[in-house]
């Protein structure tokens, strides 16, 4: 970098390089969505068969070519913004000392020197000659020059040379902002092929901790969310940035965004989308690195009677890999559930899926918020709460049912009620739910730690979608099992300011929800509704009583509680989703009904 360089560059003409790859970015992201969410969705719709299913395989590998193009666009056009934000500031810098320069009819030469008069006054009988003043910035030469111009008899020097220590300042700044730049963004490249793979995944991920360490200043000037996570103030936060520091910032910071309460369900998913690509390539590598598993047992022929035995070989394998293959594999379990759903859009007319919430660590065996319908403009919206056993690797335990599962069949249910009216239904694993019914079941802190983040996601939707349609929806909570623990802590956390949880409270198969009256869940008793099964629920919910999950050894459908006991037919504890053909049962019926405000329909016990 010298002074023709820095002074004939032009940050603003890699801003405008910025908004080209930003404009590129957007049109993959909505090629990517039409694709998904129109154009397969309507096959899925529409036709069936071997043909059908090897285009809707092609289909899916575009949609992820236009994905990781929105991905890795976005982050140069980020990577970009950084690098003129800085390159601009040194820019200023010269251009300040140049300016000054000349307004104290100095010169500035073709090298950066600072040329200045003769001195106006003689000193031993001749005026000081003119000169030029070179600029330094290592310490050493600084001091040299600095001296020099202090006992030139010229007054001009010592001047002249100020203005040259900063035009070499800016000289060497801007250099350092080049050469620690360079590297970034030439990372920033992809293979010259049509393959999306894993490692181009992983490689996103790197990149993005560059630009993140690159671009610090510049992003300071977004700033960052505000603390405590109130969906309000997320909210302003959000739509205080322009349109350009939003991508820049979903870019940098996805798991952040996707995170965040109050914001919109499209930006959550987008940014959450970002999380799930590279976090699923990442744990495909490390399970690809594991070497095969060796042979676990054979027959010991040696001894005096045959016996099955393990292998050395196995043992030490297992010593080594066991453990983290297992943990891989239950997380990946998660991951491929959520892809199977996004590949089931338009299936029988099931909507587009927004992921408001993910997380392969956090919260005990991860988080998975996912939503059938977009929460934000919905009529009626569901939350569904899972309970003991939930985790990112059950959540779509089954035939593409599980928790997932029974949120999607809510949906169907619901919308077959209400036609003309936008239903979403979401499945929040949020919290850290029991591993085991005993001990673990048995104690409230799990529904303590859960339900003050399960308000607040609740308030951030409401938040959310006021600022969508600027009114609120109809909305309701169900919790199954412990699950329904977790809502009766959540329906009693916030003050009185925050008002209701929802306009109404239903649980399935409750243990207990902290609470001995319907009254105390805030939204009124007779917008309180219970079911419970025979056999295994009957258990479940009697142990409640018995550990203290209901206050007072009171449950739900005790009829001191309060609340609306609902008629059902489940056969268990798991049996309140089912089909039967193409027909809800009883229970799921009676579900809708809450979730579509067809209250006068529901059959009570």
């Keep these: ?71 890795e666009c976005g982050l140069i056009s980020a990577a970009l913004n950084g690098f003129a934000y800085d390159m601009a500031a040194a820019k200023k810098k010269l251009e300040s000392a140049v300016a000054e320069a000349h307004a104290a009819d100095f010169s500035v030469n073709s090298d950066g020197s600072v040329g200045y008069p003769a001195g106006d006054t003689k000193v031993d009988g001749t005026f000081p000659a003119a000169g030029n003043a070179h600029g330094a910035t290592d310490p050493a030469s600084a001091a040299i020059y600095r001296q020099a111009a202090g006992f030139d008899p010229n007054p001009y020097y010592a001047r002249a040379q100020g203005y040259a220590d900063r035009i070499s300042a800016a000289i060497k700044e801007a250099a350092e902002v080049d050469s620690a730049w360079a590297p970034k963004l030439r990372a920033l490249t992809a293979d010259d092929d049509l393959t999306v793979s894993d490692r181009d995944w992983v490689d996103v991920r790197k990149d993005t901790e560059g630009v993140l360490k690159g671009a610090e200043h510049y992003l300071g000037t977004i700033g960052t969310p505000p603390e405590g996570n109130s969906p309000e103030e997320n909210a302003k936060w959000w739509n205080d940035l322009s349109d350009e520091q939003r991508a820049d910032y979903i870019s940098t910071h996805p798991a952040s965004v996707g995170a965040l309460n109050g914001l919109p369900a499209e930006v959550r998913d987008e940014a959450n989308r970002m999380v799930l690509a590279e976090t699923g390539a990442q744990y495909q590598l490390a399970l690809d ?13 040696n001894g005096s009677y045959p016996a099955i035995v393990e292998t050395v070989a196995w043992a030490r394998w297992n010593d080594k890999y066991g453990e983290q293959k297992a943990s891989l594999e239950q997380r990946m379990k998660g991951m491929r559930a959520l892809q199977e ?51 990112i690797d059950t959540i779509g335990k089954g035939d593409g049912h599980g928790d997932l ?12 009620m209400a036609p003309s009216k936008e239903i979403a239904t979401i499945t929040w694993l949020d919290y850290n739910a029991p591993d085991s019914v005993l001990p673990e079941a048995t104690r409230g802190q799990y529904a303590e730690e859960g339900g003050p983040v399960l308000r607040q996601f609740l308030d951030g939707s409401r938040v959310a979608h006021q600022q969508a349609t600027g009114q609120a929806a109809h909305t309701t909570i169900i919790g199954h099992s412990y699950g329904s623990t977790v809502v009766g802590v959540a329906a009693q956390s916030g003050s009185w300011k925050d008002g209701p949880i929802a306009d109404d409270v239903l649980v399935i ?95 009570l016990d």
């Excluded at 956090?362 to 009626?380: E, F, Q, W, Y």
Aim: glycine share 14%; no cysteine; hydrophobic share 35%.
């Design 1 to 71: 970098m010298d002074y023709p360089t820095l002074k004939a560059l032009v940050p603003s003409a890699f801003e405008d390089s910025a908004d080209g790859y930003r404009a590129t970015s957007d049109m993959a992201s909505a090629a990517k969505d039409r694709i998904d969410n129109e154009i397969a969705a309507a096959m899925r719709e529409a036709v069936s068969g071997e043909a059908a299913g090897a285009a809707l395989v092609q289909l899916g590998q575009l949609s992820e070519n236009f994905h990781y193009v929105q991905v």
């Design 289 to 301: 690195a594991i070497p095969p598993e060796p042979t676990k047992y054979t027959r010991n022929v």
């Design 341 to 391: 759903r996004f590949d089931r859009t338009g299936e029988e007319g099931l909507p587009e899926a927004y992921l408001l919430g993910f997380d392969t660590e956090g919260k005990g065996d991860g988080t998975i918020i996912l939503a059938n319908g977009n929460p934000d403009t919905a009529d009626h919206t569901a939350a569904y709460v899972p309970g003991t056993h939930a985790g």
């Design 405 to 416: 599962g029974r949120a999607e069949k809510l949906w169907a249910e619901s919308h077959r």
């Design 509 to 603: 198969g409750s243990p207990g929800v902290q609470a001995d009256r319907a009254a105390d869940l805030g939204v009124g008793a007779k917008h309180v509704w219970a079911m419970g099964g025979p056999g295994d629920d009957q258990i479940v919910r009697q142990g409640g009583r018995l550990v203290g999950l209901g206050d007072n050894g009171v449950i739900p459908t005790d009829e001191r509680f309060g609340g609306n006991v609902m008629k059902n037919d489940s056969d268990g504890h798991g049996g309140f989703w089912s089909f039967e053909g193409q027909k809800a049962s009883l229970s799921l019926k009676n579900q809708a009904r809450v979730v579509t405000g067809r209250y006068k329909d529901v059959i």
